[in-house]
């Protein structure tokens, strides 16, 4: 069955520093990855996804993503920190096939201290 | 402007009654979703529509039906048979529907309280 792991219900950064939120994925076939964040009492918003390619993804708001095939991973990345991007990220998945469903990790809560 | 507009924000629900979330979108998208998202769960898939006139169960959609009767609108019911439905409620659309790795875009959500 597929499924999508975030190992870290919260992960906590000082503000300028870089951050990673971790993602690990179980899916058969191709897998097609997706970064989403949501904001208190909001919908889901699109951060980048990787469906072919490049294994680095640059996405929104200077995120980014790396593609890991032999560690099943698809970790999200910033290079610096912003207290704004506190916010809860979920990491994505759909298997391919002919429909479009999504499999989301349970969230990882990020606390970008000043 | 484009998007997916979800109604009510905010719904309570009374035991044994039924209630009913809008979701409509003017992106033109042919698949839309409706999503449950509770606490330390992430999203659950609840229904999906590929096409007018055309839906399939998600993983939890005992206690749920819906309709797609035009491209542009899916509402959700919530039925008194849906025994713990306080949650929130995202409503989500693609396009095309037929494959998979398209970008899937959500609604703002709506929270559903039993009183």
């Known amino acids: 069955a597929q499924s999508v792991a975030q190992p870290e219900d919260q992960v906590n950064v000082a503000e300028g520093n870089p951050l990673t939120v971790k993602c690990t994925y179980s899916?058969?076939?191709?897998?097609?990855l997706f970064w989403y964040v949501q904001y208190p009492n909001r919908g889901l918003q699109f951060l980048l996804k990787y469906i072919t390619g490049d294994n680095l993804v640059k996405g929104s708001y200077g995120f980014e993503a790396e593609f890991n095939k032999s560690q099943t991973s698809f970790h999200l990345k910033k290079p610096s920190a912003l207290v704004s991007d506190s916010a809860l990220y979920f990491c994505a998945s759909s298997g391919g096939g002919a429909t479009n469903k999504l499999i989301f990790g349970t969230g990882t809560l990020l606390a970008v201290q000043p | 402007d484009g998007g997916i507009t979800q109604s009510p924000k905010y719904l309570f629900r009374k035991e044994g009654q039924n209630v009913t979330l809008s979701c409509e979108q003017n992106l033109n998208h042919d698949a839309m979703y409706w999503y449950r998202q509770d606490p330390g769960q992430g999203l659950r898939l609840i229904y999906y529509s590929q096409i007018v006139n055309d839906f399939q169960k998600g993983d939890i959609a005992e206690g749920y039906s819906v309709s797609r009767e035009k491209k542009e609108s899916f509402p959700l019911t919530v039925t008194s048979a849906q025994k713990n439905p306080t949650a929130f409620y995202l409503c989500?659309?693609?396009?095309?529907?037929?494959?998979?790795?398209?970008?899937?875009?959500f609604g703002e959500g709506s929270w559903l309280t039993v009183v």
């Open positions: 899916v058969s076939g191709n897998p097609y």
């Open positions: 989500a659309s693609s396009i095309p529907a037929g494959s998979s790795g398209n970008t899937i875009y």
